[in-house]
Nanobody, 115 residues
Framework: QVQLVESGGGLVQPGGSLRLSCAASVDSFSRYVINWYRQAPGKQREWVAVVSGPLVTNYLDSVKGRFIISRDNAKNTAYLQMNTLKPEDTAVYYC?????????WGQGTQVTVSS
């Protein structure tokens, strides 16, 4: 059974940093495109970042220059390094893995940015 497990969320002050992890129990992890999404209370889920090949990444405009997405195919794990966090980054963050018809989601991890 395929599982994506996010971790690393928590409460952080504005300007702080967190690193989210997404551990995947899939075969051929390197073939998957990995996305991070987030959903704030009362809002729709929004896409945050994507990593396909090792150097192919893209970001939501509001997180460019602050967030870094990466992956370690040997560990079947993807990461989202979040720096200079703002209160508007508060949300549940979800990992998503896609390869052809395969489309898997994690359960989410809460990130709260507050003083």
């Amino acid at each position: 059974q395929v599982q994506l497990v996010e971790s690393g969320g928590g409460l952080v002050q504005p300007g702080g940093s967190l690193r989210l992890s997404c551990a995947a129990s899939v075969d051929s992890f390197s073939r998957y495109v990995i996305n991070w999404y987030r959903q704030a209370p009362g809002k729709q889920r929004e896409w945050v970042a994507v990593v396909s090949g090792p150097l192919v990444t893209n970001y939501l405009d509001s997180v460019k220059g602050r967030f870094i997405i990466s992956r370690d195919n040997a560990k079947n794990t993807a990461y989202l390094q979040m720096n200079t966090l703002k209160p508007e980054d508060t949300a549940v963050y979800y990992c998503n893995a896609r390869w052809g018809p395969r489309d898997y989601w994690g359960q989410g991890t809460q990130v709260t940015v507050s003083s």
